[in-house]
């Protein structure tokens, strides 16, 4: 079985930084797409940022310049640096990654049981 696996979250001041890390565990042959998305209060899950096997990054707007992600595929993790952050972050963060378990196997989504990160003063 795969299990993502979020740590970082938490309460911060408007203005400062958090660095959110999701590994991934278990039987695993590649990971393509990884990514966070975020869901605040009665709001919809919406994408943050996504990196490719290939580091291509992609950034939602209202991120681009004050949020980082990265990944580390010898470890299977992928970080979410932010920076500058604002009480509209505020939500929780969940990570996303596209995985093969083996060869033998098709490549499908699988999600982190999500982190809360609170802005606010």
């Known amino acids: 079985q795969v299990q993502l696996v979020e740590s970082g979250g938490g309460l911060v001041q408007p203005g400062g930084s958090l660095k959110l890390s999701c590994a991934a565990s278990?039987?695993?042959?590649?990971?393509?797409?990884m990514a966070w998305h975020r869901q605040g209060s009665g709001k919809q899950r919406e994408l943050v940022a996504r990196?490719?096997?290939?580091?291509?990054?992609n950034y939602a707007d209202s991120v681009k310049g004050r949020f980082t992600i990265s990944r580390d595929n010898t470890k299977n993790t992928v970080y979410l640096q932010m920076n500058n952050l604002k009480p509209e972050d505020t939500a929780v963060y969940y990570c996303?990654?596209?995985?093969?378990?083996?060869?033998?196997?098709?490549?499908?989504?699988?999600w982190g049981q999500g982190t809360q990160v609170t802005v606010s003063s």
């Open positions: 990196i490719n096997i290939g580091d291509s990054t």
């Open positions: 996303y990654a596209d995985i093969q378990r083996s060869r033998y196997f098709a490549r499908r989504d699988y």
């Open positions: 278990g039987s695993i042959f590649r990971i393509d797409d």
